[in-house]
């Protein structure tokens, strides 16, 4: 009796030690491994192909591109709905962030560790109306889309609400939006336009940047900082 007692308590001991302890969720979380350039994602979330305020482009599905740290698809998720409450009729066109398991993907330099993400711009046709681009749209100076020409304009408003949203969200510290130059002086203006406060302009001059020679004038890629708690395998490159 003793020892079928001791065997039911340690029992016992074992199924209350097991509920009382915190799920083992550190260990289940998503990971990104290595730096964007050269890198790869553990367990990555995979962002839905359809949520509030957002659609992933065709092009992405194909290339099942729709992974990412835990952090980054919250964050997208979040700042499209964020969009979309002020503004009902705003649907954002998500294109690439990473496979499945990360890694080089033939298409970008980076996008290897769950970390970037590209967002097509929103967009307005010669009418005015919002348009969904079917693929990426370079626009020039003035907000023009380039080919077709003058077919679409930079939709400012949008664009800077969606930027103003992934640098608001506590989802994911935003790192950078690259995004052509002259571009980035449109977003600027428009955030004056509408009175933005002044540390998230600040926040948003310090984090739009065009990388290269003429970049980005046809996407925003949207990069993350590893999590603060996403320990020493995880690697941000640059400032
Ligand atoms: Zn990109």
């Known amino acids: 009796m003793g020892a079928a007692l001791a065997a039911m308590l340690a029992l016992l001991t074992e199924a209350q030690g097991s509920s009382a302890e915190p799920p083992a969720e550190p260990a289940m979380r998503s990971e990104s491994i290595g730096a964007p350039m050269d890198g790869s994602l553990a367990r990555g ?3 839905p192909k359809r949520g509030a305020g957002f659609s992933v482009m065709r092009k992405t599905l194909a290339r099942r591109a729709r ?7 919250r964050l997208v998720e979040d700042a499209a709905a964020a969009v979309r409450r002020k503004d009902r009729g705003a649907l954002l066109a998500v ?3 990473s496979q499945r398991r990360g890694g080089p993907f033939e298409h970008h330099g980076s996008h290897q560790s769950g970390r970037d993400l590209d967002l097509a711009f929103y967009m307005r046709d010669a009418e005015g109306k919002p348009a969904i681009p079917v693929d990426f749209v370079a626009f ?6 380039v080919d077709p020409p ?5 939709d400012a408003a949008r664009n800077w609400a969606i930027v103003a949203a992934l640098l608001s969200s506590e989802r ?3 790192q950078w939006i690259f995004v052509a130059e002259h571009l980035k002086r449109i977003l600027l203006e428009q955030a004056d336009t509408s009175g933005a406060n002044a540390a998230l302009v600040a926040k ?3 984090a739009l940047r065009q990388p290269g020679a003429k970049s980005h004038w046809d996407h925003f890629h949207v990069r993350v900082r590893c999590p603060a708690e996403g320990g020493p395998v995880c690697r941000d490159w640059g400032r």
């Not at 020039?140 to 889309?145: A, E, I, V």
């Not at 003058?150 to 930079?154: E, G, H, P």
Request: no cysteine; proline share 0%; hydrophobic share 45%.
């Open 140 to 145: 020039d100076h003035n907000g023009y889309s």
């Open 150 to 154: 003058m077919a679409f304009r930079f």
């Open 172 to 174: 994911a510290e935003v």
């Open 67 to 73: 992974y990412g740290t835990e952090e980054l698809v």
């Open 45 to 47: 979330a995979v962002l």
């Open 95 to 97: 294109a690439d962030l």
């Open 204 to 206: 948003a001059r310090r």
